[in-house]
């Protein structure tokens, strides 16, 4: 995974966190990591 997408992970996952009750969390990230692929 190169610089700029881990970047766009790691804000993305920023905004899920400030949206989301933490047990939605990893849901979410388990559908961007696959989508990152």
Partial sequence: MDIE???KV???YGR???EQPIKNV???LMSLTTATR
């Fill in 5 to 7: 997408k881990a970047m």
């Fill in 10 to 12: 790691v804000k993305e």
């Fill in 16 to 18: 899920i966190l400030r």
């Fill in 26 to 28: 990893q849901g979410r």
